[in-house]
């Protein structure tokens, strides 16, 4: 038996670092959205109790490294299953760039296995599993818009985008999260409006959303790559409403209200990236079937 499921990328409108806990770990308060920039996930049975990732993509580890690999470990583990399974996952997203691809192919596992080991579990049952993975998987295995707290696995449902293009540009290096955060200096962070940006999305208001948009980790990131600077200058030239850095970064995206305007800034910016992308918004959560 095989199961495919698709893993959407997600996006930031707004990042906000509160404090660091004691456990390490920061408390964030956040938007995410998902976007139609997506890996493939292949699960196959095999007839030997093994876990195997097969991937040709030479940036994503074959080992206990893979999220989607501790996924299907943990799955296996808690549930005593004692059938092997192939994770064949192919790359759109690119790796280590701010997008969740690695929490996405993740919690596409989970919903995957769900279905091809007959697990029965709920939505929020494997959320909740999916918090031991990674802060962002939780978020993955719904999709969706939602506001997210806690050191991100909190979870509320909320208001999807207006309809949009985003311009997603990744400059070829990648970016170490745990860096990011070692560098942040809490004290002294412009703080977003993240409720603002939660009541923006209530009403649809565009321009509201492009106005409200922030990201605490934005100056850290750029601080330690000017490049990221120089890729959200060039997309505000190009004519985007609204540009941030996704994440921790490296990439950026730029909000594209009307299509007509949207190959100037796209084929603007292929001129200083290798990676670039115009996708919609995705905004739907995730179902079970």
């Given at each position: 038996m095989r199961v495919l499921e698709k893993a959407p990328a997600k996006i930031n409108l707004s990042l906000d670092v509160l404090h660091k806990r004691q456990d390490g770990f920061h408390e964030v308060k956040m938007i995410m959205t998902t976007i139609d920039l997506a890996d493939r996930v292949e699960l196959i049975e095999l007839p030997k109790d093994e876990i195997r990732i097969v991937s040709h993509n030479r940036f994503v580890p074959d080992d206990q490294r893979n999220l989607a690999y501790q996924a299907a470990k943990l799955l296996k583990d808690r549930f005593q299953v004692k059938k092997g399974i192939s994770i064949s996952i192919t790359k759109t997203i690119p790796v280590a760039a701010g997008l969740a691809g690695g929490s996405s192919d993740a919690a596409a596992t989970l919903r995957g296995l769900n279905r091809l080991w007959n697990?029965?579990?709920?939505?929020?049952?494997?959320?909740?599993?999916?918090?031991?993975?990674?802060?962002?998987?939780?978020?993955?295995?719904?999709?969706?818009?939602?506001?997210?707290?806690?050191?991100?696995?909190?979870?509320?449902?909320?208001?999807?985008?207006?309809?949009?293009?985003?311009?997603?540009?990744?400059?070829?290096?990648?970016?170490?999260?745990?860096?990011?955060?070692?560098?942040?200096?809490?004290?002294?962070?412009?703080?977003?409006?993240?409720?603002?940006?939660?009541?923006?999305?209530?009403?649809?208001?565009?321009?509201?959303?492009?106005?409200?948009?922030?990201?605490?980790?934005e100056s850290v990131t750029l601080h330690m790559h000017p490049e990221v600077s120089i890729i959200k200058e060039q997309m505000k030239r190009f004519g985007a409403d609204a540009v941030l850095m996704s994440g921790s970064g490296p990439t950026v995206f730029g909000l594209v209200q009307y299509e007509s305007r949207l190959p100037r800034v796209y084929n603007g910016l292929r001129g200083f990236c290798d990676q670039v992308f115009a996708v919609r918004m995705l905004g739907d959560v995730n179902s079970l079937d």
């Open positions: 697990l029965g579990l709920s939505m929020d049952e494997l959320a909740k599993i999916g918090a031991e993975i990674g802060s962002d998987v939780s978020f993955c295995v719904y999709g969706g818009t939602a506001l997210a707290t806690g050191r991100g696995e909190i979870i509320q449902h909320i208001d999807p985008p207006p309809h949009c293009w985003v311009v997603l540009a990744k400059p070829t290096i990648g970016v170490s999260t745990a860096d990011v955060y070692k560098n942040l200096k809490i004290h002294s962070l412009n703080h977003p409006d993240v409720d603002g940006m939660v009541k923006a999305l209530h009403h649809g208001d565009y321009h509201q959303i492009c106005h409200l948009m922030g990201n605490v980790l």
